[in-house]
Structure formats: C-alpha cells, structure tokens
C-alpha cells in the first residue's frame, strides 16, 4: 500500500510554498531591476511610476495590487489567501532584495543577472501557483475580464500587458532585451516547476497542476 504524507504535512509544504514562492518572485524581480535590461511588463509600470512618485518600487507593486484587487469585486472574483499574501508579501521582498544586491555592471554580469531573474522567476511561480492558494490581484483581474467579456484568456492578457508596458515606459520604465527574455521563456520555465512542486492531493492521486502553455497561471506580482 502507498503511503501519503498526512493532511497536515500537506498543509505544511503548501503554505511553505506560498510564502517561499512569493519572497523569491520579488527577490527575482529585483535581479531583473539590477540587470538594467528591462522589466516583466508590471514591473515596467511599477518602476515608472516609483519615478514619478518617488516610491520605492516594492510599495508602487503593493499600493498598485490593492488597487487592482478592487477591481475584483464588480468581476466577482474570489480572493484566497495566496492573493492577499501575494500583495502584501512581494514588494517587501523586491525592497529587501534592492537594498542589498548593488546594480550590475558590465555585458557578462547583467547577462547572467537578468538569466538568475528570470529562472528564479520561473521558479518563483511554480512554488507559488502549485500551492493553490488562490491567484495573484493581477491574474484575477485577466481571468474576471475573461468570464465577463467572454474574451480570450489570451487576448485579455495580451491587451492588459501591452497597456502597463506601454503606460510603463512612457512613465521612465525599462524596457528592453530582458523583457523580451522573459516573455518567450518564463512559460516554459514556470511549466517545468509547476510540474516539479506539484503537490499530491489529499486522495493520494497525482497531482497535475499544468498540462498545457500556462498562459493563465504565470504569476503577476
């Protein structure tokens, strides 16, 4: 007979990979501001609007994620804890990250900082959605707009991003050879940890967290 850690040790591990998943994304956004070659797209309109304010870009992502989780109540999205934590959680860590790490210098340094943020990301996110603790303020808002419009998934996250993007670098944000990085390979990096952190289910089956492109499950801070 296969024997299955108890419902307790389940919770353990799943609460561990929510708050474990949310300090390293903001630590790995951090690497990405360090590498100086460009932001994921909220980070974009994060760092422009730290700018323009004078806010620090952890508080900009918080302030900005409770604003957006707003939002959710007219698209009668639910949240869980995940989304909560993910708002308070996350820019703490990105400042954190920034107060330490000095920005990079040189082709070499920035390339292997913006490869770090990136992977770790992609690592970030699997802990993170694999937890199913409920979505980010981010991901809710893409999903609500898609059951209330009835508008792809695909199509809604692409309008959003290309909107902060742009919004964002008219702002003072970075972007550049990084961004593009990230969009063609946090997908497949975050499916390959997705799959890695999978936690069984209380039945004892296996686990699938992802089957296909995870064009809804990539986590926006």
């Given at each position: 007979?296969?024997?299955h850690?108890?419902r307790?040790?389940?919770?353990?591990?799943?609460?561990?990979?929510?708050?474990?998943?949310?300090?390293?994304?903001?630590?790995?956004?951090?690497?990405?501001?360090?590498?100086?070659?460009?932001?994921?797209?909220?980070?974009?309109?994060?760092?422009?609007?730290?700018?323009?304010?004078?806010?620090?870009?952890?508080?900009?992502?918080?302030?900005?994620?409770?604003?957006?989780?707003?939002?959710?109540?007219?698209?009668?999205?639910?949240?869980?804890?995940?989304?909560?934590?993910?708002?308070?959680?996350?820019?703490?860590?990105?400042?954190?990250?920034?107060?330490?790490?000095p920005?990079?210098?040189?082709?070499?340094?920035?390339?292997?900082t913006?490869?770090?943020?990136?992977?770790?990301?992609?690592?970030?996110?699997?802990?993170?959605?694999?937890?199913?603790?409920?979505?980010?303020?981010?991901?809710?808002?893409?999903?609500?707009?898609?059951?209330?419009?009835?508008?792809?998934?695909?199509?809604?996250?692409?309008?959003?991003?290309?909107?902060?993007?742009?919004?964002?670098?008219?702002?003072?944000?970075?972007?550049g050879?990084?961004?593009?990085?990230?969009?063609?390979?946090?997908?497949?990096?975050?499916?390959?940890?997705?799959?890695l952190?999978?936690?069984?289910?209380?039945?004892?089956?296996?686990?699938?967290?992802?089957?296909?492109?995870?064009?809804?499950?990539?986590?926006?801070?």
């Amino acid at each position: 007979m296969t024997s299955h850690p108890p419902r307790h040790g389940r919770l353990v591990r799943r609460l561990f990979q929510l708050y474990a998943g949310l300090a390293l994304y903001g630590a790995s956004s951090a690497l990405l501001v360090r590498s100086g070659l460009g932001l994921e797209p909220w980070n974009v309109l994060h760092q422009g609007l730290a700018e323009r304010t004078g806010l620090s870009m952890g508080v900009v992502l918080t302030v900005l994620g409770a604003a957006v989780l707003l939002l959710w109540i007219p698209l009668r999205q639910r949240p869980g804890l995940g989304t909560v934590s993910n708002v308070l959680l996350i820019g703490a860590a990105m400042d954190a990250t920034l107060t330490v790490v000095p920005e990079a210098h040189g082709t070499v340094l920035r390339g292997v900082t913006t490869a770090a943020g990136i992977v770790l990301n992609g690592a970030a996110t699997g802990l993170y959605i694999a937890a199913r603790f409920g979505p980010g303020p981010r991901d809710g808002l893409m999903t609500g707009l898609h059951l209330r419009t009835g508008v792809s998934v695909r199509r809604v996250r692409t309008a959003i991003e290309v909107a902060v993007v742009t919004t964002g670098f008219a702002l003072g944000g970075t972007v550049g050879v990084a961004t593009l990085l990230y969009a063609v390979t946090i997908g497949p990096i975050a499916q390959l940890f997705l799959r890695l952190f999978a936690v069984p289910p209380a039945s004892g089956g296996r686990a699938v967290v992802a089957t296909g492109p995870p064009h809804g499950a990539i986590l926006r801070p």
